[in-house]
């Protein structure tokens, strides 16, 4: 199933990540080119792709991997961890799809650098090695490697309704799918399970996988899901969500549509929620 942020068509070519000589002959060549970024957010060429420029200087950069050939970078540039600048959502509108893929991938792992400058088991500051897919301590060697943080986002199904949130800081009248961090020592199941529990207090079972997205705010991968609730009582967690609703298939469909006077605004095409909203309306 196609979601956003998936489908950037590079190989990632991990095995000259460690070739050092070859990654420099590479941002040397003519074809190289370098992701232009305004901050950590993508800046686009006047047919609306992904903005790119000759390889110049001798910045720190992270080899993204190659198309057709062509060796791609994206700059590292120092940024604050945390910035979800929400106007970038209005360019990945209307961003291709494989565009959107190469740029999150870019931001996943320019905030993971900015976050892991100094090593965690020593304190000493850490270098960028193997292509900018890793960082190895200055101290005590000790090396580190990108990671995501694995996500549930769910419907909880009850009578041909799901069961929709939404959180304060959302645009007017959105909801959507239920969501949390997987914790350490749980299964997706159990994840599922219990962030329905505590964020609407709704009991589940048979929960089912959907499907996977990275999301690049920093570095998460969702992973969608639904499930058949016992019962459709909402208990609202206010320190999680500000309201939550059963919706029905209807409803569903004329939201994604954006039908005037829908019960809600949905998710946006490239988030999951909206495909996890798609498939159980359909």
Request: aromatic share 8%; charged share 25%.
């Amino acid at each position: 199933m196609k979601t956003g942020f998936t489908g950037a068509g590079l190989d990632r070519a991990d095995h000259l990540r460690l070739d050092e000589a070859r990654l420099a002959e590479l941002a040397a060549s003519f074809e190289a080119r370098i992701l232009r970024l305004g901050g950590l957010d993508p800046e686009l060429d006047e047919d609306g792709r992904l903005g790119w420029d000759p390889m110049a200087g001798a910045e720190e950069r992270i080899f993204l991997g190659l198309r057709d050939g062509m060796p791609l970078f994206a700059p590292l540039i120092r940024a604050e961890p945390g910035q979800r600048a929400w106007s970038v959502f209005a360019l990945l509108d209307r961003m291709a799809a494989e565009d959107s893929a190469v740029w999150g991938t870019a931001r996943s792992l320019i905030e993971w650098h900015n976050r892991h400058l100094f090593c965690g088991a020593c304190g000493s500051s850490t270098k960028v090695f193997r292509g900018g897919w890793g960082r190895r301590c200055a101290g005590c060697g000790l090396e580190h490697f990108p990671r995501v943080d694995p996500v549930v986002i769910m419907i909880a199904e009850h009578e041909g309704r799901a069961l929709l949130g939404r959180q304060p800081q959302y645009p007017a009248g959105r909801y959507s799918a239920l969501a949390g961090f997987v914790e350490p020592g749980e299964s997706i199941e159990e994840a599922v399970a219990r962030e329905l529990g505590e964020e609407a207090g709704i009991a589940v079972s048979d929960v089912r996988y959907v499907a996977s997205q990275p999301w690049p705010f920093p570095g998460q991968l969702m992973i969608a899901c639904t499930a058949t609730a016992a019962g459709d009582e909402i208990r609202l967690d206010t320190n999680e969500l500000e309201d939550a609703i059963w919706v029905d298939r209807e409803g569903v469909r004329a939201a994604l549509a954006g039908v005037p006077g829908a019960p809600f605004v949905g998710p946006p095409h490239f988030a999951i929620a909206h495909t996890l909203l798609r498939h159980w309306a359909a």
